[in-house]
């Protein structure tokens, strides 16, 4: 009983002494006008002369999702026509460059069918060779 | 005939939030002019710069001009433009990390200039003012800010935890451990303490 009524007297002591030592600040002269200078400079380089209301939020998230709705979309068309032609360049070039450009799809095809007769062609003959001497 | 002044000084806080969110930004002034003492010394109780304090009390203001649009009205005014002042203390004090004051603070500089303080009479007293000071600014910054914030902005433990964004437990438990190191530190200091 007696510890706490010394820490309390203690507690009052220290409270004494820190209001005494709070002192008295004030704001400084013309500190308001200032203040409203900057405020009304604030709103004039915002374009507009007043805060906007609660009621304005909506719309602004609107405009925020119809921008990205429309960046995701364009995001999406670019690289559905860009992928392809990172990925497979040698596909995508056109037939009619393919002959001063190099050999196109169709000349692949065409050269693998010729291959592929030659082999068959060869593999025949030899079949044919064998089989008279059989 | 009431004065324009005199309508819009009865107004509340949220009377006169709401108005300037309305578009009756002069307004604005009215709120500027009921805090511009409480947020400017406790700009100036933390920063000591006077230059500096002046600053951010300025940019408190704007920021809570800015916010406006946000604020929600959970808080009162008050409590969250009290907030916005200790953020940007606590930016400041990051920033300025070195601690200490100058010899003679702006606040006692003025008010020997303004004569309230008598040199020779006072010299006691202001010894022990400045014990108390000294005493807070060795105090670590959670500490001093609660003292601060109780003592001399007078705040409530309510208002206190929603500036600081703790627990009011938190407040309480750190306002515990300042007194009791304030107290040790100025009977260091030679100062008598009750019997």
Redesign the interface.
Known sequence: MRRRR?SS???????E???????D????RG??A???D???R??MTAGR??????A??PMRRLYRRVALSFMLTAAVLAGSLLLPRVSYPRLIQPASTGAALGPGPSAAVREALADAAVTVQGALGERLIGGSEQ | MVSERARTAAKTDEELVERVRGGETRLYAQLVERYQDPVYSMAARFVRAGGDAEDIAQEAFLRAYRGLAEFKGEARFSTWLYRITWNLCADWMRRHRKRGRAPLSMEEAREVADGRVDLEGDMLLAEQRRAVRDALDRLDEKYRVVVTLLYFQKLSYEEIAAVLDVPMKTVETRLYRARRLLKESLRRAGMEEPT
């Open positions: 010394a007297a203690e507690d009052t002591w220290l409270e002494r820190l209001k005494r030592s709070a002192g600040l004030r704001a400084p500190f308001s200032r203040v409203m900057a405020v009304y604030e709103a002369s007043e805060v906007p209301g609660p304005s939020q």
